[in-house]
């Protein structure tokens, strides 16, 4: 067996159908701008030929009845001609006005060439309307050789011969008008589903774009708002330990200098992502950026809601063994839950964190403080993004997320969030 050539996906058209399609394009173009002078043009051309016919007697070559006037000849060589002006507008119209001048040039004798220019309104009939009137299109065309048969008889040649060759000159107009009016409407389906693909890539771009905003506004929320938080925590307390303790002051700035360093860094990190490789100045380096945070840098959260004043108490049951994507999750459900706490809970609440692993991936958290339970403004009235934007994470890997007061008589708020099974691959 011979291996297949490859097929190229783009091949260059030869130059003279390029420069062919080239001019036919510019034709069409100009002809949908000024319909009016394509067919005035075309119109004039077959009147000046009707009316050379006429004045230069080549009509009494062909004529069965050479003695017809010259001034009903000149009539008829118009009326024959003119009504090619409507036939991309009106072709029917234009069929029904030469059908009279028609059959007094077969009855006469005329025979004049000019009425041949119906197979020229039949085609246009055949392109531009619906195909059911195509036979008494037909058959009106039809009748001035059926006139000739029965006014001439044999002397105008046999009824086969006349009526016949008719026919099958009608025949191929009505086929040519067919062909190109497949093309054209094939053409036009190919238009229509390149312009509606090319609007559902459009929308799917859309589409992406502001899933992705909407992530980098979920991350920008959850890295601001926490970092802040615990730097407003420590400057408080540096406030209030200045007076009596300078060195617990200290150790409250040296925090919240490292808390401003760390969120500015994950920032540019985001940021980055954002920028085009074309912006990087042309160096062809990539932008250092970090993994997303895991589980694994929990220690480092909860480190700084400590510094902030904030004591929080871990419970970790079972090994941790989740994908980054859950654990992305858990890390900002428990970051936010902490912001919150830091933001709504009070001066002495603690908060505890009650993390278990179970098979599967399935992982359970719950997150409770003690402070005030005061509910939290509703993200629909201050524009916020923690609860919906935990929400929507959870929703994810199809888990559940409940937030709301702790029952009666305990105090404080609690975060509860449960992610099932991962479904098998």
């Known amino acids: ?55 230069s007697g080549g009509w009494d070559n062909v004529a069965h009845n050479p003695d017809v006037p010259f001034g009903l000849v000149l009539v008829l060589s118009v009326a ?24 007094v040039s077969a009855w006469s004798g005329a025979a004049l060439q000019a009425a041949l220019l119906q197979l020229l309104l039949v085609h246009h009939i055949a392109l531009r309307l619906p195909l059911r009137n195509l036979w008494w299109a037909v058959t009106l065309a039809t009748v001035p050789a059926c006139v000739t048969v029965v006014r001439y008889g044999d002397s105008a040649g046999s009824w086969n011969q006349q009526v016949g060759s008719h026919l099958v000159s009608l025949g191929v107009a009505v086929l040519i008008g067919i062909t190109v009016r497949t093309r054209r409407d094939y053409t036009a389906a190919l238009e229509d589903r390149a312009r509606r693909l090319e609007t559902e890539r459009d929308q799917q771009v859309r589409l992406a774009a502001a899933a992705e905003r909407a992530r980098i506004a979920r991350e920008m929320h959850d890295i601001i708002g926490h970092n802040l938080s615990v730097i407003t925590g420590l400057a408080d307390g540096g406030r209030y330990a200045a007076a009596k303790s300078p060195d617990r002051a200290a150790q409250a700035l040296d925090a919240i200098g490292t808390t401003s360093r760390q969120a500015l860094g ?58 980054e994507g859950r654990q992305l999750t858990l890390y900002r459900v428990i970051q936010e839950a902490l912001t919150n706490t830091l933001k709504h809970a009070g001066p002495d ?73 991962e479904s098998p691959q």
Do not use: C
């Open 1 to 55: 067996m011979q291996p297949v050539k490859p097929v190229p996906e783009d091949r260059a058209a030869e130059p003279l159908t390029e420069y062919v399609q080239r001019v036919n394009r510019r034709i069409r173009s100009f002809d949908h701008r000024h319909p009016l002078v394509w067919d005035l043009h075309l119109t004039g051309f077959w009147v000046l030929a009707a009316l050379i016919d006429a004045t």
């Open 80 to 103: 024959l001609s003119v009504p090619l002006l409507w036939r991309r507008s009106h072709p029917a119209t234009a069929l029904l006005l030469t059908l009279p001048p028609a059959l």
């Open 266 to 323: 994950e920032l540019r990190r985001l940021l980055d992502i954002l920028r085009d490789d074309d912006q990087d100045g042309g160096a062809g380096q990539a932008p250092e950026l970090a993994p997303q945070p895991a589980l694994t840098d929990l220690d480092r959260l909860l480190d700084g809601v400590r510094r902030a004043g904030l004591p929080v108490r871990t419970t970790i049951k079972g090994e941790p063994a989740l994908p």
């Open 349 to 421: 609440a603690t908060a505890h964190i009650d993390l278990s692993y179970e098979a599967g991936g399935a992982v359970t958290l719950t997150v409770t403080d003690t402070g005030r339970t005061t509910p939290l403004p509703s993200p629909a009235l201050s524009g916020g993004r923690g609860l919906p934007g935990m929400r929507e994470r959870t929703s994810l890997y199809g888990g559940t997320l409940e937030a709301g007061p702790r029952p009666a008589p305990e105090q404080g708020w609690r975060v509860h969030l449960h992610l099932p099974e």
